[in-house]
């Protein structure tokens, strides 16, 4: 760009400020309108077992965990997930079922009694990690779509604790 000016001593370069301000609010109403937030992914409230175990009575009123125990092969593989009394036969769909069952209904829009209960991951030495994540995310939510379409996270279950590991005999 040229900026013409003359000769003269008493003569001024002006800058036209106009277009620069308009180019400037442009790019900023760009940005508000293409900004999107993403809800944080894998934020997990787990409780690790402790290295000693806690002295004292427990409380009564505190709900027992709901214990889920996940067996493998000697090769780390999924063979089985418990709950309680349950055989789930390496379904996460089915835990997640009965999770939701549990936490008030499958229909119901978010969990009444979930922010109370607790669940302890009991995995055999040797599984393999990725199963330990599926289970915890069956138990922490499932996503839905909102009227509009969009997808929405409905929690669950927060609170998640481990079982201490047993080394194989």
Not at 15 to 24: C, F, G, K, N, S
């Amino acid at each position: 760009m040229k900026v013409r000016h003359s000769q003269r001593k008493g003569s001024k370069i002006e800058l036209q400020m106009t277009p620069m301000i308009d180019i400037v609010f442009q790019l900023l109403v760009f940005f508000i309108m293409t900004f999107k937030i993403v809800t944080p992914e894998g934020d997990f409230n787990i409780k690790m077992p402790l290295a000693a175990p806690a002295r004292g009575q427990p409380d009564p009123d505190m709900i027992p965990p709901i214990r889920v125990r996940l067996e493998s092969h000697a090769s780390g593989n999924l063979a089985n997930i418990k709950m309680g009394e349950q055989n789930f036969q390496k379904s996460f769909d089915s835990l997640n079922n009965e999770i939701r069952e549990m936490a008030g209904g499958k229909n119901a829009a978010g969990p009444s009694e979930a922010s109370a209960m607790e669940v302890e991951i009991d995995a055999d030495y040797n599984l393999q990690f990725e199963y330990v994540i599926e289970t915890i995310t069956a138990v922490s939510g499932y996503v839905t779509k909102d009227p509009e379409g969009r997808p929405k996270i409905v929690k669950l279950i927060e609170k998640i604790k481990f079982a201490p590991l047993q080394k194989p005999q």
